[in-house]
């Protein structure tokens, strides 16, 4: 090979290189000597399949769960140790967070049920002023619920 057709070679080996990275959705080179603590959970889970960097086999929290096995129930099935390591590693498992400021004045109509739960377990607000799932089999009858329990819960 002529010291032209390697140098030829070269270039055109760095330009599909630079072609192929400036393609892809992340730069698995940025940031990786950090890359545990620095990269987004969706960064991690791309390069390490893509590139097979963010995926160290050394890395001994890498299969610490499996966040495939019970995530169609994920939400009461698994454990909030389970939740933080799936969700800050794959993106699943995450918890939705709401703002609770947000039409707080009619959060009664307004809120979805997954807002009303998170903020009142959150910062104790919208919660629900009776528990309807108490003495439900005597809600009519000489023990019957106060009338405004009643019909909070019917």
Not at 6 to 33: E, I, T
């Amino acid at each position: 090979m002529r010291p032209n057709d390697a140098l030829a070679a070269l270039a055109v080996a760095l330009m599909s290189r630079l072609a192929w990275a400036g393609s892809q959705p992340y730069d698995c080179d940025a940031g990786f000597a950090n890359w545990q603590q620095g990269w987004s959970a969706e960064k991690i889970v791309w390069c390490c399949e893509h590139t097979g960097r963010g995926c160290d086999s050394s890395d001994s929290t890498k299969a610490e769960y499996d966040c495939d096995a019970g995530f169609a129930n994920w939400q009461a099935g698994w454990a909030d140790a389970k939740k933080t390591w799936c969700c800050q590693r794959t993106g699943r498992g995450c918890e939705a967070t709401f703002d609770c400021e947000a039409a707080f004045d009619n959060w009664e109509k307004a809120w979805s049920s997954a807002k009303k739960h998170y903020c009142c377990q959150k910062d104790g607000r919208a919660c629900d002023p009776y528990d309807c799932a108490v003495d439900r089999q005597t809600w009519a009858g000489p023990d019957a619920w106060p009338e405004k329990k009643q019909a909070w819960c019917c």
